[in-house]
């Protein structure tokens, strides 16, 4: 696509107080302000849903070893003085 911006004095001025180096890289800069960026990002989104991802989750953690069983990691005793 192709969008013919208009050659104004002051557009041009705005582009250069706003650090651009052209019209074109601040007119594109406010698009993707706007609508995201315009590049495809360099990794693939995961289409895993939600319930795949908490399955998958459950799993990884039945194969985690439980912690020390003798601490006591009660209220009263993370908060002794109070």
Not at 26 to 53: N, Q
Request: net charge negative.
């Amino acid at each position: 696509m192709q969008i013919n911006v208009p050659d104004h004095p002051k557009l041009t001025s705005k582009a250069v107080a706003a650090g651009f180096a052209s019209v074109e890289e601040y007119v594109r800069h406010l698009i993707e302000e706007d609508a995201g960026p315009l590049e495809e990002p360099d990794t693939p989104v995961d289409s895993t849903s939600f319930l795949e991802w908490q399955q998958q989750f459950q799993e990884l953690l039945a194969l985690v070893e439980p912690g020390n069983p003798h601490v006591d990691d009660s209220r009263e005793s993370i908060y002794l003085d109070r």
